[in-house]
C-alpha cells in the first residue's frame, strides 16, 4: 500500500509556471507507475501524465504535451508534475496516483492523493 500527498498547488498568472509535488509513503514507491490527473467541478477527472516506475517513460495527454513534464525521483519517494505556460484552463484540482503499470483512464490507479488546487488568473 502507499499513501500519497501532493502539495505545490496556488495562485499563478497566465503564462506562468509552477511544480506540484507528490510525496509517498513505503518503501516500495519505486514499483508503482505514477500518474497525474485533474478534475474541474462537475466534470470528470481527466488523464494528464504518467511516469513508468524507473521514470524511462512518460506519457502526456494532448492538453498539456510540450507545457507540462511529469518526473520522478525513487531516492525521494516524490512525484513531480513542472507546469509550464499555463493558462485559465488548467485551473482545476490536481491529483496523483499509483499503481504498478501505466495507464491513462482513472480506473487504471488504485492509490489517490487528496488534491491539490492549481488557480491561473488571467
Known amino acids: 500500500q502507499v499513501q500519497l500527498v501532493e502539495s505545490g498547488g496556488g495562485l499563478v498568472q497566465a503564462g506562468g509556471s509552477l511544480r506540484l509535488s507528490c510525496a509517498a509513503s513505503?518503501?516500495?514507491?519505486?514499483?508503482?507507475?505514477m500518474g497525474w490527473f485533474r478534475q474541474a467541478p462537475g466534470k470528470e477527472r481527466e488523464f494528464v501524465a504518467t511516469?513508468?516506475?524507473?521514470?524511462?517513460?512518460?506519457y502526456y495527454a494532448d492538453s498539456v504535451e510540450g507545457r507540462f513534464t511529469i518526473a520522478r525521483d525513487n531516492a525521494k519517494n516524490t512525484l513531480y508534475l513542472q507546469m509550464t505556460r499555463l493558462n485559465p484552463e488548467d485551473t482545476v484540482v490536481y491529483y496523483c496516483?499509483?499503481?504498478?503499470?501505466?495507464?491513462?483512464?482513472?480506473?487504471?490507479?488504485?492509490?489517490w492523493g487528496q488534491g491539490t488546487q492549481v488557480t491561473v488568473s488571467s
Open positions: 513505503g518503501r516500495t514507491f519505486s514499483r508503482y507507475a
Open positions: 511516469v513508468t516506475w524507473s521514470g524511462g517513460s512518460t
Open positions: 496516483a499509483a499503481d504498478l503499470t501505466v495507464g491513462r483512464r482513472e480506473t487504471d490507479y488504485k492509490y
